[in-house]
């Protein structure tokens, strides 16, 4: 299947490692011209260069300047950006009835404004364009609430009412808007999600991976490429009639449809 994807431009946030770096490659070998974008500069320009055609760029997600930054760097170097994927860190684990205000603030902070920012530019050239795809990678904690991820559950929550809302105003102007959503992926995150819960239960982080595996179908946490495969399709031509979708690449971990 021909992707459509030689020519187009995606500005992956959040993409020297993890899931973001997965995204970031798998576009590159499509044909598409990949802006890696890291807190560490160097990384960025280190993971681009084993790309067909990529920059690295400085990018803190969080702060303002810095993304505007990265945009203007992705458009003097490679002009209009067709694809945005909107990633970034989540907050540390923590149980709701132990929030705060300011922790309620921090996970708007987080993954919330960031994604409003990025689409907010991006978005006029897309619909003028009558062509582009944003894609927010997620959390399953959307569709059923993770334990101990209180402040992760609320703002990945937020983000992807925005989103829904969003991908029905922009749909008929031939913009996509969807979220992935990785259950147990094997990140780092992954792991340091899973060390956390073996302290808080006093087990080894073996054995939270063992149980792990036990509450996935397909028996075994998936692999970054898995992710970045789908998510390409999603950045995809032919993936133009899918809007709004959020679609669980978890190999069957949530329960429900």
């Not at 810095?66 to 970034?88: C, H, K, Q």
């Not at 101990?148 to 031939?174: F, I, M, P, Q, W």
């Not at 094997?186 to 063992?210: F, M, N, P, W, Y």
């Amino acid at each position: 299947m021909d992707l459509q994807l030689h020519g187009r431009t995606a500005f992956v946030a959040a993409s020297t490692g993890g899931l973001g770096l997965a995204i970031a490659t798998a576009l590159g070998n499509e044909g598409a011209n990949v802006v890696v974008t890291g807190r560490r500069a160097d990384i960025a320009r280190k993971v681009a260069a084993e790309l067909p055609s990529a920059i690295g760029v400085e990018l803190d997600v969080t702060s303002t300047e810095s993304r505007d930054r990265a945009l203007n760097t992705a458009e003097e170097t490679f002009g209009t950006i067709d694809i945005m994927v909107l990633n970034g860190p989540g907050p540390p684990p923590g149980a709701a009835a132990d929030m705060s205000t300011t922790d309620v603030s921090d996970a708007v902070e987080q993954l919330v404004a960031p994604g409003q920012h990025f689409v907010s530019r991006v978005l006029p050239g897309m619909r003028s364009r009558r062509w582009g795809r944003v894609l927010a990678v997620g959390s399953s904690g959307i569709v059923e609430p993770l334990a101990n991820l209180a402040s992760s559950n609320l703002g990945r929550a937020a983000l992807a009412a925005y989103l829904k809302t969003l991908a029905s105003e922009v749909a008929t102007d031939g913009v996509t808007v969807n979220l992935l959503l990785p259950g147990r992926i094997a990140t780092d995150r992954v792991a340091s999600l899973d060390a956390a819960k073996a302290q808080h239960e006093g087990i080894s982080r073996e054995e939270v991976s063992r149980r792990s595996k036990q509450s996935i179908p397909a028996g075994r946490y998936g692999d970054p490429a898995e992710f970045g495969a789908a998510a390409t399709f999603l950045c995809s031509g032919p993936a133009s009639y899918l809007a709004g979708v959020a679609l669980r690449c978890d190999g069957g971990l949530a329960k429900s449809l």
